[in-house]
Protein backbone atom coordinates (compact mmCIF):
# COMPACT_ATOMS: atom_id res chain seq x y z
CA UNK A 1 0.00 0.00 0.00
CA UNK A 2 1.59 3.30 -0.97
CA UNK A 3 2.14 5.71 1.78
CA UNK A 4 0.80 9.04 1.45
CA UNK A 5 0.43 12.13 3.90
CA UNK A 6 -2.68 14.37 4.36
CA UNK A 7 -2.39 17.83 4.10
CA UNK A 8 -4.63 19.05 6.65
CA UNK A 9 -4.65 17.55 10.25
CA UNK A 10 -7.63 19.35 11.07
CA UNK A 11 -7.69 18.17 14.91
CA UNK A 12 -4.43 18.94 15.67
CA UNK A 13 -4.47 22.24 13.70
CA UNK A 14 -7.92 22.83 15.78
CA UNK A 15 -5.90 22.26 18.97
CA UNK A 16 -2.77 24.28 18.10
CA UNK A 17 -5.15 28.08 17.39
CA UNK A 18 -6.99 27.03 20.10
CA UNK A 19 -4.64 26.74 22.94
CA UNK A 20 -1.22 27.59 20.89
CA UNK A 21 -2.17 31.05 19.03
CA UNK A 22 -5.52 32.52 21.08
CA UNK A 23 -3.90 31.99 24.34
CA UNK A 24 -1.28 34.32 22.98
CA UNK A 25 -2.63 36.17 20.45
CA UNK A 26 -6.18 36.93 21.18
CA UNK A 27 -7.70 40.26 22.15
CA UNK A 28 -6.01 40.73 26.03
CA UNK A 29 -6.15 43.05 29.07
CA UNK A 30 -3.47 44.03 31.19
CA UNK A 31 -3.43 43.62 34.64
CA UNK A 32 -1.54 43.59 37.77
CA UNK A 33 -2.27 40.52 39.39
CA UNK A 34 -1.30 39.27 42.61
CA UNK A 35 -0.42 35.42 42.90
CA UNK A 36 0.15 33.65 46.16
CA UNK A 37 3.32 32.72 47.11
CA UNK A 38 2.76 29.19 49.12
CA UNK A 39 6.55 28.44 49.94
CA UNK A 40 7.11 31.89 51.82
CA UNK A 41 3.40 32.23 53.25
CA UNK A 42 3.26 31.98 56.78
CA UNK A 43 -0.46 29.71 57.80
CA UNK A 44 -1.72 29.17 61.22
CA UNK A 45 -1.70 25.80 61.66
CA UNK A 46 -3.22 25.21 64.73
CA UNK A 47 -6.64 27.43 64.80
CA UNK A 48 -7.11 27.99 61.67
CA UNK A 49 -6.54 24.83 59.97
CA UNK A 50 -3.77 26.13 57.31
CA UNK A 51 -5.55 29.79 56.89
CA UNK A 52 -4.23 32.88 57.91
CA UNK A 53 -5.82 35.37 59.92
CA UNK A 54 -5.94 38.19 57.36
CA UNK A 55 -5.55 38.38 53.70
CA UNK A 56 -4.23 41.68 54.20
CA UNK A 57 -3.07 43.21 56.92
CA UNK A 58 -0.60 43.21 59.99
CA UNK A 59 -2.17 39.89 61.01
CA UNK A 60 -1.81 38.43 57.81
CA UNK A 61 1.03 35.90 56.61
CA UNK A 62 0.16 36.49 53.08
CA UNK A 63 3.25 36.84 50.87
CA UNK A 64 2.47 37.58 46.61
CA UNK A 65 4.29 37.26 43.60
CA UNK A 66 3.58 40.55 41.78
CA UNK A 67 2.73 39.99 38.17
CA UNK A 68 2.50 43.19 36.27
CA UNK A 69 0.76 43.45 32.43
CA UNK A 70 -0.59 39.89 32.47
CA UNK A 71 -2.97 39.84 29.83
CA UNK A 72 -6.61 38.20 30.43
CA UNK A 73 -9.41 36.89 28.72
CA UNK A 74 -12.73 37.20 28.30
CA UNK A 75 -13.71 39.73 31.26
CA UNK A 76 -17.16 39.01 31.05
CA UNK A 77 -20.01 41.86 31.95
CA UNK A 78 -19.87 43.15 35.69
CA UNK A 79 -22.82 41.35 37.98
CA UNK A 80 -23.83 43.69 40.95
CA UNK A 81 -25.17 41.86 44.10
CA UNK A 82 -26.89 43.65 46.96
CA UNK A 83 -26.87 42.48 50.80
CA UNK A 84 -27.68 44.30 53.93
CA UNK A 85 -26.04 43.45 57.10
CA UNK A 86 -25.30 45.13 60.45
CA UNK A 87 -22.85 47.09 58.81
CA UNK A 88 -25.17 48.71 56.12
CA UNK A 89 -26.80 48.03 52.48
CA UNK A 90 -23.54 46.84 50.92
CA UNK A 91 -23.19 46.92 46.66
CA UNK A 92 -20.84 43.85 45.42
CA UNK A 93 -19.24 43.71 41.81
CA UNK A 94 -19.09 40.39 40.44
CA UNK A 95 -16.92 38.91 37.48
CA UNK A 96 -14.78 36.55 35.34
CA UNK A 97 -11.59 36.25 33.69
CA UNK A 98 -9.76 33.75 31.66
CA UNK A 99 -6.19 32.79 32.40
CA UNK A 100 -4.39 30.54 29.93
CA UNK A 101 -2.28 27.56 31.83
CA UNK A 102 0.80 28.66 29.20
CA UNK A 103 1.66 31.76 31.74
CA UNK A 104 3.37 28.59 33.97
CA UNK A 105 1.25 29.98 36.92
CA UNK A 106 -1.57 28.28 39.24
CA UNK A 107 -4.48 30.64 39.93
CA UNK A 108 -5.66 30.37 43.48
CA UNK A 109 -8.46 31.46 46.09
CA UNK A 110 -7.89 34.77 47.03
CA UNK A 111 -5.38 35.93 45.02
CA UNK A 112 -5.90 39.45 43.76
CA UNK A 113 -6.36 41.66 40.72
CA UNK A 114 -6.13 44.97 39.47
CA UNK A 115 -8.00 45.41 36.73
CA UNK A 116 -6.78 48.90 36.13
CA UNK A 117 -3.45 50.31 35.96
CA UNK A 118 -2.15 53.51 37.32
CA UNK A 119 0.48 53.86 34.36
CA UNK A 120 -2.92 54.09 32.20
CA UNK A 121 -5.20 56.42 34.03
CA UNK A 122 -2.02 58.38 36.26
CA UNK A 123 -4.76 61.07 36.95
CA UNK A 124 -7.60 59.07 37.82
CA UNK A 125 -7.01 55.61 39.40
CA UNK A 126 -9.37 54.99 41.79
CA UNK A 127 -10.36 51.76 40.30
CA UNK A 128 -11.39 48.71 43.35
CA UNK A 129 -9.23 45.61 43.54
CA UNK A 130 -10.97 42.47 42.84
CA UNK A 131 -10.46 38.84 44.75
CA UNK A 132 -10.42 35.69 43.39
CA UNK A 133 -13.31 33.78 45.01
CA UNK A 134 -12.94 30.46 42.71
CA UNK A 135 -10.73 28.75 40.31
CA UNK A 136 -12.18 26.55 37.46
CA UNK A 137 -10.20 24.24 35.08
CA UNK A 138 -11.38 23.69 31.47
CA UNK A 139 -9.86 20.49 30.85
CA UNK A 140 -7.30 18.18 32.48
CA UNK A 141 -4.68 18.27 30.18
CA UNK A 142 -1.27 19.55 29.68
CA UNK A 143 -3.26 22.56 28.17
CA UNK A 144 -5.83 24.55 29.80
CA UNK A 145 -7.45 27.53 30.34
CA UNK A 146 -8.29 28.99 34.11
CA UNK A 147 -11.70 30.45 34.51
CA UNK A 148 -11.77 32.68 37.82
CA UNK A 149 -14.20 34.39 39.77
CA UNK A 150 -13.73 37.26 40.88
CA UNK A 151 -15.44 39.43 44.03
CA UNK A 152 -14.48 43.40 44.97
CA UNK A 153 -11.89 43.37 47.66
CA UNK A 154 -13.71 45.98 49.88
CA UNK A 155 -11.24 48.51 51.54
CA UNK A 156 -7.89 48.12 50.92
CA UNK A 157 -5.50 49.48 48.61
CA UNK A 158 -2.24 48.26 46.64
CA UNK A 159 -0.06 49.97 48.92
CA UNK A 160 -0.76 47.34 51.17
CA UNK A 161 -0.97 44.20 48.83
CA UNK A 162 3.01 46.16 47.97
CA UNK A 163 3.90 45.39 51.26
CA UNK A 164 3.43 41.95 51.57
CA UNK A 165 4.93 41.29 47.56
CA UNK A 166 7.91 38.60 47.90
CA UNK A 167 8.91 38.48 44.46
CA UNK A 168 8.15 41.61 41.47
CA UNK A 169 7.80 39.55 38.41
CA UNK A 170 6.19 40.82 34.82
CA UNK A 171 4.81 39.31 31.50
CA UNK A 172 7.24 39.60 28.65
CA UNK A 173 5.33 40.23 25.66
CA UNK A 174 8.08 38.69 23.22
CA UNK A 175 8.33 35.25 24.75
CA UNK A 176 4.67 35.32 26.26
CA UNK A 177 6.49 34.01 29.76
CA UNK A 178 6.72 35.37 33.23
CA UNK A 179 10.26 36.86 34.25
CA UNK A 180 11.40 38.62 37.11
CA UNK A 181 11.49 42.09 36.51
CA UNK A 182 15.66 42.32 36.34
CA UNK A 183 15.25 39.45 34.12
CA UNK A 184 12.70 41.27 31.49
CA UNK A 185 15.08 43.89 31.70
CA UNK A 186 18.11 42.50 30.34
CA UNK A 187 16.07 40.77 27.46
CA UNK A 188 14.94 43.82 26.87
CA UNK A 189 18.33 45.43 26.16
CA UNK A 190 19.51 42.38 24.38
CA UNK A 191 16.23 42.60 21.75
CA UNK A 192 17.43 45.90 21.66
CA UNK A 193 21.15 45.31 20.67
CA UNK A 194 20.45 42.68 18.85
CA UNK A 195 18.26 45.24 16.74
CA UNK A 196 20.91 47.47 16.33
CA UNK A 197 23.13 44.71 15.17
CA UNK A 198 20.87 43.65 12.41
CA UNK A 199 20.97 46.77 11.23
CA UNK A 200 24.68 46.86 11.26
CA UNK A 201 24.86 44.23 9.13
CA UNK A 202 22.65 44.79 6.91
CA UNK A 203 24.27 47.85 5.97
CA UNK A 204 27.63 45.79 5.70
CA UNK A 205 26.66 43.50 2.85
CA UNK A 206 27.65 43.72 -0.27
CA UNK A 207 24.96 42.15 -2.82
CA UNK A 208 27.65 41.49 -5.90
CA UNK A 209 30.11 40.17 -3.99
CA UNK A 210 27.41 38.50 -1.06
CA UNK A 211 30.12 39.32 1.69
CA UNK A 212 30.10 41.46 4.58
CA UNK A 213 32.46 44.63 4.00
CA UNK A 214 33.99 45.41 7.39
Known amino acids: MQKYERLYFYIQEYQ ?51 ISLLPVYFIEEISTAF ?3 ETGYIKENETNI ?6 GITPLPRDIIKLEQSYMR ?46 NLVFYDYDKKIHYVEDAQFLTKMLYKNNLLQKELKNLYDENSGFYLI
Open 122 to 167: PINDTYPLYIVTNAEISADTDKRFWKLNLKIFQSKTTEELDAQVEN
Open 98 to 103: VIPSSY
Open 16 to 66: KLVYDYYSKDGIAFLVTYYNINSSETVWEDQNLMDGAYETVGEYSGIKWDK
Open 83 to 85: SGD
